[in-house]
C-alpha cells in the first residue's frame, strides 16, 4: 500500500490550495477520486434538486389550494408535475442515498475507499450531467418544433403518449437521456458497493459482522443492479421509435399500449424499495443508538430486507390493476403486493424492539426516526389497502395514491434523511447542527407534513383526480385542498430553518470531535472530517459494535455474539 | 489484494487474501445488470413473435448463422487457451491465441454485417419495416454492439502484448477481460435460440 506516499501528496495538495483562489479548491473537488467527497457532491446535489423539485411541488400545491386556480396555466401545470416527481426521484432520492451510501460504507468496513474510486467518479459524474440535462430541457425541449419545454408526460412516461406523434418537440428525448444516463451513473457506484462490502472489509468484519446500513445497502445495490436495466431497456426501445422509426410500442404497427407500463414498473416498484430501503438503514443505525440497546434481531433484519428485495421484484402490476389485466393476474399481484407486507412488518417490529426498554436520548436525528417509525406504518398499511385490486379499482388515480406515496417517499424517506443529515453532519464538516434550530424543522416539517397529506388521503377518497390542475367550486374539495397547500408552505419553511442551521453550523456551530453521539461503528473511531485515508491503522474487528468492545473493554459484545 | 506475494503470513494479508478479488466481483455484477438489460429485449421479441402486421417474416428471410456461431463460441474456449498460457508465462503463446480471439469475433461480426447487409437491400427490412425487423435489429444489434466493445478492448490487450507492455502481473485484469468475453458468448446462445430456433 502506498498510504503514506498518498498522504504526503494529499497534505502538499492541501497546503497549496490554502493559498489559492476559490478556482483551486473547484478543481480539487472536480478531480478528486475520493468517497467521502464523491458522497458529499451526490448529497448536496441531491439537496440543491430537492430545493428546486420542492419549490415546484409548492407551486403546485398555491395551484390547487383554492378552486378555478389560475396560477400557472395546465400545459406548464403538466410540466411541474412531470419535472417534480423525475427529479424527486432520480435527481433527489437517488443521489442523497448513493451519496451515504459513498461516504458511509468504506469507513464503516474499515476501508481506505470503495473497490473502484475511478468508477466511482465516472458514475457521480453521469449522474451530475444527466440531471443538469433534465433541467437543461426548459431552455432546449422545443427542438425546432415550438413544440414546448420541459418533459409534460409524467415521471412514468406511459408509452405510446410519448410516441413521436403525440410527443412533438425534443422534451421527451431530455426525459429520457437524462434519466438513462443518471441510471447508467447508479449502476457504477452499485457495482462499486457491492465489490467493497465483499472485497474490502478489514480484518475480523466477517459478513455476519457487517453494520445493519452495510448490508442493506448491499441490497438496495443488487436491485439497482437488477432493475434499472429494465427502464434503461425500455427508454432505448422509445428512442429507437423515435429517431428512427421503429415499432416497440407503435400500436399502429400492432405494437403493444401496455408493455411499456410493464417494463416501466418491473422498474417502477421495485425502485421504491431502493429509495426506502436506504431509509430502514438510517433508521437501523439511529435508533440504537439512541436507545441505548443494540439492534434487536439483527440477523432477522437482514434476512427480512432480502425478503422484500426478492419479492418487491414480483410485485409490479399492482400499479396496472386498472389495466384490465386477467383475475388470475391481478390476484397474483394482489397476494405478492401483500406478502412484502410481512417482512416490512418484520422489521417495524424489530425497530419497536430495539427501542423497548431502551434509555432514549430524543436528540434530532431520533425524532425523524420516531416520526418515521410512525408514518412508515400509516403508508404500509394504506398500501395494503391499494394492493387489493377492488379497492384499488375505486381509487385509482386519486389523489389517495398521490397521498399513500406520499407517506411513503416523504413520511419515510425525506424524514430519514433528514435524520440522517442531522447523525452524520457533525463526522462529514466537524460541527455539529444547532439543536435549537433543528427543532423548529422537525416540527414545522412534520406537523406542514401531516397537514398536506393526511388530508389528502381524503380529498381522494372523495374521488380528487390525480394530475387535474385544476377542480371547480362546490364538490367538498376547496377545504382539504386549502389545508393541504398549507401544510405544504410550513414544509418549505421547514427546510428553509434546514438551510439556514446547515449554513449557519457550517460556520459556527459547536465542534463535534470524533464522536458526538457515543456510537458504536468505525466511522466514529476517525476524526471529524476524516482524513483522506479514512484510517491511519487499518481497524480490526471482533464484533459488531467495534467502538463499544473499545470503549468496553470489561464487557465486550465478542464474548455473546 | 490477490496478487499479495505467498510469503507474507500476517495475519492481515491472510485476511485480505481470504477475500475475493474485486475485479472478478465486479465484472460478475456488471454481468448481472447486463443479463437483466439483454433479458428485456428478448422479453420483447418473444413478446412480438408472430404479431407483425406485414411482411417480411423470420421464416422467409432467416438462416441459422452455423458458422458465425462456431466461430464465436470457440473464441471463448481459445481465449481459456491464452489466459491458460499467460498463467505458465507464456506470452508469446498468449498471444497467439489472443489474436486467434480477435480473429474469430471479428469473423462474427463481419458476418452479422454480411447479414443485415443481406436483410436491408435484397430482403427489404430495415428497423421500421415492421415489428419483426424492430425487435430483430433491436437484439442482434444490442449483441453485436457487446461483440464491438469486446473486440475493442481484446484490440487494445493486443497492441500493448505487441508493444511488451504484457506480463504476468496483468493476468487477473486480463482474466476479467475474458470473463466478459464468455458473457458475449452465452448471451449469443441465448439470441440464436431466441431469434434462429424459436423465433424461426
Known sequence: MAGTIDQEIAVGAIDD??????????????????????????????????????????????????????????QVFNRLMTMHGTAMVFLVGMPILTGFFNYLVPLMIGARDLAFPRLNAFG???????????????????????AGSAPDVGWFAYAPLTELPFSRGNSTDYWILSIFLTSVGSTATAINIIASAFCMRCEGMT????????WLSVVVAFMMLVVLPPLSAAQVMLLLDRFLGAHFFDTQAGGSAILWQHFFWIFGHPEVYILVIPAFAFASEIIPVFSRKV??????????????????????????????????????????????????????????????GGKLRFRLPMLFSLAFLFQFLVAGLTGIMLAVAPFDWQVTDTYFVVAHFHYVLVGAIIFMDFAAIYYWFPKATGRMLNETLGKWHFWLFLIGFHLTFDTLHFAGLRGMPRRIYTYQPGRGL??????????ALMQGLGVLFLVINVIRSLRSGDPAGNDPWDAWTLEWSTTSPPPEYNFAEAPTVRSRRPLWDLKHPEDPDWKYE | MAAAPST???????????????????????????????????????????KSLSGPYPKDVLSPPILNTICLLSSSITIVLAIRSLRAGSIRTFAIWWFVTFALGLEFLTGTALEWHRLIYHEGLTISTNLF???YYSLVGLHALHVTIGLLLILLVLI??????????????????SWYWHFVDAVWIVVFLTVYVIGR
Open chain 1, 17 to 74: 490550495t490554502e493559498s489559492l483562489p476559490v478556482l483551486g479548491k473547484l478543481h480539487e473537488w472536480v478531480v478528486t477520486v475520493d468517497h467521502k467527497r464523491l458522497g458529499l457532491m451526490y448529497i448536496m446535489g441531491g439537496l440543491f434538486f430537492f430545493l428546486i423539485a420542492g419549490l415546484q411541488a409548492m407551486t403546485i400545491r398555491l395551484q390547487l389550494a383554492f378552486p378555478d386556480g389560475n396560477v400557472v396555466p395546465p
Open chain 1, 124 to 146: 457521480f459524474w453521469l449522474w451530475f450531467f444527466g440531471a443538469l440535462l433534465l433541467y437543461f430541457s426548459y431552455l432546449a425541449g422545443d427542438g425546432l418544433y415550438g
Open chain 1, 207 to 214: 459478513l455476519s459482522k457487517m453494520p445493519v446500513l452495510v
Open chain 1, 295 to 356: 439492534i434487536f434481531g439483527y440477523s432477522v433484519m437482514v434476512a427480512a430486507t432480502c425478503a422484500i428485495g426478492i419479492i418487491s421484484m414480483s410485485v409490479w402490476a399492482h400499479h396496472m390493476f386498472a389495466v384490465g389485466m386477467t383475475p388470475p393476474g391481478n390476484s397474483f399481484f394482489a397476494a405478492a403486493s401483500m406478502l412484502v407486507g410481512v417482512p416490512t412488518g418484520i422489521k417495524i417490529f424489530n425497530w419497536l424492539g430495539t427501542i423497548w
Open chain 1, 478 to 487: 376547496e377545504t382539504l385542498n386549502l389545508i393541504a397547500s398549507i401544510g
Open chain 2, 8 to 50: 507474507v503470513t500476517t495475519p492481515a494479508a491472510k485476511w485480505s487474501k481470504a477475500l475475493p478479488y474485486r475485479g472478478h466481483v465486479g465484472i460478475l455484477l456488471l454481468i448481472l445488470t447486463e443479463s437483466s438489460f439483454f433479458s428485456i429485449f428478448v422479453v420483447a421479441y418473444v413478446f412480438y413473435l408472430g
Open chain 2, 133 to 135: 425487423g424492430t425487435t
Open chain 2, 160 to 177: 500493448l502484448t505487441m508493444c511488451g507492455y504484457m506480463n504476468e502481473r496483468h493476468v487477473e485484469r486480463t482474466d476479467v477481460l
